[in-house]
């Protein structure tokens, strides 16, 4: 059984190679696109949509009111689930079965717009009403794919009560600020752990870049053509990120799962870096509304954080491009984004939107609409994904074994140098 | 029970009901935890009785989801994964241990090659082909590439193996057809195998979940697995609660499949081996 | 009763030795081979149909350096022989992943097979009562939601107040952070992984024992042979074809090691329990699909070789 096996790999093995020997036809490095126009009028014929999870359960009644607005279209929208979500538009782009338009993760841009499946923004849609860091999610080699459609950004969360014990009225602004106040509830508050911070592995840049970017961080670098993580900016952020660990300010030994919520709740860790998502969530554990509030990232420079979300893109193969352009700008609009708000809580990417005393009502959301004119995403490289990964392997090594922050950085950089930008 | 006293056989009863509580209770708990609040399933450390059951789960559950589609689709797509298989596999498994024929070692080399490629790397192109021949978004798409898995051929090989050659000889000499041997002498006897490998097959379909997502353009054609993960998990958030009570309904039609093969299995006891 | 001798399953050998022909050829129907390959037909068209083609285009990507982006004209890639197999054997996380995966299956393996055949030896012949109860309790972990599993799992691993470390603790031992240690994450995951697929062996060695015939146990022991002479010499024997059939597919299970790292470590802490699976489908997620592919085929190889040497053990060796 083996011999054959072996034969038929041989064969078949063989049979592929003489198959082709055609080479990629090298693009190089791409032309700038810029998107066609849309025709004007009313919106016709049926385009689908997909979009994930909570927002592909709850588009199909706002799509409704863009029917109504436009009686010759039709919307259909298939609601996918966030799990696998990638594999299945990984997998439509390669086989050509991709639908008009789409939600897609902010991290995802860079490959399918490298993948060429996207339609470049037409220039009707103004790219200025759109919060800066989130525009940029959208835009691949200095072309723009797609227009944010909802935002998130990284806070401190803090418990306001045990605050006060540890004698702080009012958030600190500045690094040392934090990380004393970090401290004082340990000392003073009766905290196990100051500061929840995540103890490197999967995802941990996205609590540890929003210091870097306090710091002024750039993570490219010779005009956007390569990643650079071994700054002096980045390294102080590792460097102040660290010390937190090494103090005993957070836990090293961070159990699989976070337990974020319930830690919060009991005091136990009653500080932490995450997104607007946390407030119902620790609300939902019974902590109450006036037991917590949220601050800005603390600045080295100025203060930042890292932007999120979803952007909203259109397909190449789409036939019917002007219809599901116009639907997107149409979801764009700074009214629909407000009643997009109030159905689905997501936050709007339309800064003008942000007026609306919906949203002015909240001080805590107010926070996150500060920090979101200062938040930055990461360089939208098809590769970022790959490259990040080896960033978050370094730093559980920093913060979980004390290794030295400046040759984690270097690793990180060789290895980023080594699987280049993808562009 | 020969060769057993009482005293042994209470030692046995004894450490098997320590590793039956051991064994079912994630089981139990995923069951209790589909009627908490998210609020109690995020407490650390976890309880095990709900302290304020609710149905909300459920009822979240079934008010969002076109349930009747969603359990049609998964039963069709199931029921005839697991009908070709038992067929199929049964065909292919008792010509590899019973029969001789050329190319017989090559046939059985590609059933073993099959069932060990890591199926993550044949994903893409199996989906390209699939596209290409026009099932995608059908409910034949996400049957045929399934009807005929190799391991089932490997464990009706196996199995037929393990029965008497004998009664193949006396099918021959009795005259009868090769193709009626296998359908009236072996067949009913490979009960137990078959009944495992429909456990097996049901269940693998049942819970197949990137294939089904993959291949659905819209939601009429989503199957349960796929159903359930739409609002159960969010971007940065999970419904733990939802997801329990997901579970747990997708849980039961395996249940009862199992019970009812189970008694197959003991069913076929009788008529297995030697008489 | 008389042919006791000619069941004993014949294994390997027996496939290859040519059937005794029975007299009386002409009046057949249907010649031998003519039968098998009707028998053979449904499985070869659908193999032909949805296996071949996608096995030599992942097989030729493996030799090239196909990202994501090249997927809609694969044959438009460089072709760059055997460099992604000389790049992985090179690479320290594939290597880690290795050995993480060897350790996986040297420890996880015996144990799985060890307590699953155990509990099928004990339902089928040691007891009479609640058999049924028992079967399906120790089926509950393949069918419960992975989900479910891993936040019970994590629990029960826990430091502090761990199910695992409080009993252990019972006997005076102060248990590990099972997750949290890179020394511990490993066995952690090990007792998980047997614990969720002892069941499957299970009802798999059932359904092989329900073939060996209750006679025989009634002779021996009538010959005074004890449980385990009994079990030794007519179960195990009989048993063979189960046997390897479980102990191979149970190894290709496991040399695929994904899920468990998957929802309860993703890897870490340190890439203590990252598996070659689970860093292939990481690559795969990365869009390098020539990488990846090469790595899957890696992984194909060392189960063949492995499956190999199971087949060549477990032969019959009458």
Redesign the interface.
């Known amino acids: 059984m083996r011999r054959t096996s072996a034969m038929a790999v041989a064969t078949i093995a063989a049979a592929a190679l003489t198959l082709t020997a055609c080479g990629r036809n090298d693009a190089g490095s791409k032309a700038t696109e810029t998107g066609k126009d849309v025709s004007s009028g009313k919106a016709t014929g049926t385009i689908t949509v997909w979009a994930m999870g909570a927002e592909g359960e709850k588009l199909p009644a706002l799509a409704k009111e863009f029917e109504a607005a436009n009686p010759g279209a039709k919307v259909n929208v298939t609601a996918i689930p966030w799990d696998a979500a990638y594999q299945k538009f990984t997998t439509a782009i390669t086989a050509g079965t991709t639908p008009d338009a789409a939600m897609v993760g902010t991290t995802w841009m860079g490959e399918f717009a490298g993948n060429d499946a996207l339609d470049p923004t037409p220039p009707a849609i103004d790219k200025s009403a759109f919060f800066d860091g989130a525009q940029k999610t959208t835009e691949v080699n200095g072309t723009s794919f797609g227009v944010p459609w909802y935002v998130e950004t990284r806070l401190v969360y803090y418990r306001t009560d045990l605050a006060k014990k540890a004698g702080y009225d009012k958030a600190p602004t500045d690094w040392d600020g934090l990380k004393s106040m970090a401290k004082a509830m340990q000392t003073k508050a009766g905290a196990k752990y100051g500061m929840g911070f995540q103890a490197g592995g999967v995802g941990s840049w996205q609590s540890i870049m929003p210091f870097g970017w306090s710091n002024d961080a750039d993570l490219t670098k010779d005009s956007g053509k390569a990643y650079n993580f071994d700054s002096p900016e980045v390294l102080d952020a590792v460097k102040y990120y660290q010390s937190y660990f090494t103090d005993g300010i957070s836990d090293k030994a961070a159990p699989a799962t976070p337990t974020t919520e319930p830690d919060f709740k009991s005091g136990r860790v009653p500080m932490f870096v995450s997104g607007p998502w946390m407030m119902s969530a620790v609300e939902k554990v019974g902590v109450k509304k006036d037991q917590y509030d949220v601050m800005p990232i603390p600045a080295k420079t100025k203060s930042s954080s890292f932007v999120g979300g979803s952007d909203l893109v259109v397909f190449k193969k789409s036939k019917q491009r002007d219809t599901a352009w116009k639907f997107i700008q149409w979801l764009s609009d700074p009214k629909t984004q407000v009643k997009w708000y109030s159905s689905s809580t997501d936050l709007p990417a339309v800064k003008s939107a942000w007026q609306d005393p919906a949203l002015t009502a909240d001080t805590k959301l107010a926070v996150f609409g500060k920090q979101l004119e200062t938040a930055q995403a990461p360089p939208s490289f098809p590769t970022w994904e790959q490259v990040v990964a080896g960033f978050d392997t370094e730093m559980e090594k920093v913060t979980k074994q004390g290794a030295d922050p400046a040759a984690a950085l270097k690793t990180v950089q060789q290895q980023a140098d080594s699987i280049g930008t993808g562009q | 029970?020969?060769?057993?006293n009482a005293r042994g056989?209470w030692l046995?009863?004894g450490v098997?009901t320590v590793?039956?509580v051991?064994?079912?209770?994630?089981?139990v708990?995923?069951i209790l935890?589909s009627f908490k609040?998210?609020?109690e399933?995020?407490?650390?450390?976890?309880t095990w009785w709900p302290h304020t059951a609710t149905l909300d789960n459920y009822t979240q559950l079934f008010s969002?989801l076109n349930f009747k589609q969603y359990f049609f689709n998964s039963t069709v797509v199931a029921v005839a994964v697991t009908a070709g298989n038992l067929?199929?596999?049964s065909?292919?498994g008792?010509?590899?241990?019973?029969?001789?024929?050329?190319g017989?070692?090559?046939?059985?080399?590609?059933?073993?090659?099959?069932?060990?490629?890591?199926g993550?790397?044949?994903?893409?192109?199996?989906?390209?082909?699939?596209?290409?021949i026009g099932l995608?978004d059908s409910l034949p798409g996400l049957i045929?590439?399934f009807?005929?898995a190799p391991?089932g051929?490997?464990?009706m090989r196996?199995?037929f193996?393990?029965?008497?050659?004998?009664l193949?000889?006396a099918g021959?000499?009795d005259?009868a057809?090769?193709?009626r041997i296998?359908r009236q002498i072996f067949l009913p006897l490979a009960g137990?195998?078959l009944?495992?490998l429909g456990?097996?097959t049901f269940?693998g379909s049942w819970n197949n979940?990137?294939w089904p997502?993959?291949v659905a353009?819209?939601?009429k054609t989503y199957t349960l697995p796929?159903a359930l993960?739409?609002?159960s998990?969010?971007?940065?958030?999970t419904q733990?609660g939802l997801?329990?009570a997901?579970?747990t309904v997708?849980?039961l039609p395996?249940?009862l499949v199992?019970?009812i093969f189970?008694r197959r299995?003991?069913e076929?006891?009788a008529t297995?081996?030697?008489k | 009763m008389s042919t006791t001798t000619e069941v004993t399953p014949r294994g390997e050998t027996g496939s290859t030795s040519p059937s005794p022909r029975a007299g009386g050829a002409g009046r057949r129907p249907l010649g031998e081979g003519r039968a098998a390959w009707m028998l053979a037909l449904p499985f070869c068209l659908l193999f032909l149909v949805f296996t071949a083609w996608p096995v030599v285009q992942s097989l030729f990507m493996s030799l090239t350096d196909t990202k994501s982006r090249d997927l809609r004209s694969p044959f438009s890639v460089n072709v760059i022989g055997f460099d992604n197999f000389t790049r992985a054997f090179a690479d320290p996380v594939f290597r880690k992943a290795a050995l993480n995966t060897a350790y996986f299956v040297v420890i996880g393996m015996p144990l799985t097979l060890g307590i699953a055949l155990a509990a099928a030896v004990a339902l089928d012949k040691g007891i009479t009562r609640f058999r049924s109860t028992f079967r399906l309790g120790f089926y509950t972990p393949v069918i419960t939601s992975i989900v479910a599993v891993a936040v019970v799992w994590r629990f029960l691993l826990q430091e502090e107040f761990g199910l695992i470390n409080t009993v252990l603790g019972w006997v005076g031992i102060t248990g590990p952070n099972w997750l949290g240690d890179p020394h511990w994450s490993m066995p952690g995951l090990i007792l998980m992984a047997s614990w969720r697929n002892f069941g499957t062996a299970m009802i798999i060695f059932l359904a092989g024992l329900q073939g060996v015939p209750y006679v025989l146990h009634e002779a021996a022991s009538i010959d005074g042979a004890g449980a385990w002479q009994r079990f030794r010499h007519i179960t195990l024997p009989m048993l063979r074809p189960t046997l390897l059939f479980v102990s191979v597919t149970t190894s290709i299970g496991y040399l695929q090691f994904f899920e468990e790292p998957f929802v309860m470590t993703n890897g870490g802490p340190l890439n203590s329990t990252i598996s070659m699976s689970m860093y292939t489908y990481k690559q795969f997620g990365f869009g390098n699909y020539g990488y990846a592919a090469s790595m899957s085929y890696i992984i194909f190889v060392v189960i063949a070789i492995v499956a190999a040497i199971q087949f060549r053990l477990l032969r019959d060796n009458t």
């Open positions: 029970m020969t060769g057993m056989r046995l009863y098997l590793l039956l051991a064994v079912i209770s994630p089981f708990w995923m935890g609040t998210q609020g399933l995020l407490q650390s450390p976890p969002r067929l199929f596999c065909m292919l008792y010509a590899l241990a019973m029969l001789d024929f050329k017989k070692k090559a046939l059985f080399g590609v059933v073993m090659g099959t069932l060990m490629i890591p993550v790397v044949t994903f893409v192109p199996l989906f390209v082909l699939v596209a290409n995608i045929l590439p009807l005929a391991f051929v490997f464990l196996q199995f193996l393990g029965l008497p050659r004998d193949l000889d021959r000499v005259g057809g090769e193709l296998f137990p195998a009944s495992t456990i097996l269940l979940f990137l997502l993959v353009q819209q939601e796929v993960a739409l609002y998990t969010g971007q940065n958030s733990y997801l329990l997901g579970a997708v849980v395996v249940l199992f019970l189970q299995v003991i076929g006891i297995t081996g030697i």
